[in-house]
């Protein structure tokens, strides 16, 4: 079992990661009018108004909770006076909120999916791969949150958060996370399998953010009945 820990938590990591940033080069060099989201809003509209900014929104709450419930360590809230019960209080209301959320906007997009003829005519291998699998990451994410309601809960910020900081200094800490619960690990290695899908789904579009938008330039409208100086005149 040894070994398989070390493979699991010590090296797939770091293989996902090479996958996730190899092939999204790959993607952006060979195809790169393809990160899109293939909009399909001209078939449907009213489940989409609905589905797409629960899921987009929860998931954006999702991925922040992680980043702070993961890269932030328990000494550092401390340090700052903030009690632990009142963290992991907050961690669950916030955390489900966003799990609850975007579970159920990827729901109503799954059923206008299939429902709508049009939008399930274009749904490619990929989605039909992704989709299961992201939902299945939410559903082990919402397990695991749920078991901190338990009074003799794992702490996940003193096994998984500390795991994770230690790939980023590229010493993983193995034992850290081969001790987490079954929740916890299927939850880490559902992730890593969507991480590793990412760069070939239409899940790309994620890195296509309009950063720039903000501080675009201009742009100026002029009306078709606009004189054109002294030329227009003649």
Request: charged share 15%.
């Given at each position: ?22 092939g ?78 975007t ?65 980023l ?13 079954f ?13 590793a ?38």
């Amino acid at each position: 079992m040894k070994h398989l820990h070390i493979a699991l938590w010590g090296v797939l990591p770091y293989l996902v990661l090479t996958v996730l940033v190899a092939g999204t080069a790959w993607r952006y060099r060979y195809d790169r009018f393809g990160f899109t989201t293939r909009s399909s809003q001209l078939h449907e509209h009213r489940l989409l108004s609905v589905g797409g900014p629960l899921f987009h929104y929860g998931l954006l709450f999702v991925a922040a909770g992680h980043a702070i419930g993961l890269l932030v360590p328990e000494s550092l809230t401390e340090r700052v006076h903030v009690h632990e019960w009142l963290y992991h209080a907050n961690a669950l209301v916030v955390g489900g909120t966003a799990g609850l959320a975007t579970l159920a906007g990827l729901a109503i997009l799954l059923y206008r999916r299939l429902r709508v003829p049009a939008v399930r005519a274009a749904t490619s291998r990929s989605d039909r791969a992704v989709y299961p699998l992201l939902a299945r990451v939410l559903l082990a994410g919402l397990t695991a949150t749920a078991t901190a309601l338990r009074p003799d809960s794992y702490d996940y910020r003193l096994g998984v958060s500390v795991w994770f900081r230690s790939l980023l200094v590229l010493d993983p800490n193995v034992p850290a996370m081969s001790g987490a619960p079954f929740a916890h690990q299927l939850h880490a290695l559902l992730g890593m399998a969507l991480f590793a899908l990412w760069p070939f789904s239409r899940l790309v579009h994620a890195f296509t953010a309009p950063l720039g938008y903000p501080a675009r330039p201009y742009i100026v409208y002029r009306s078709r009945g606009a004189r054109r100086g002294p030329a227009a005149h003649r």
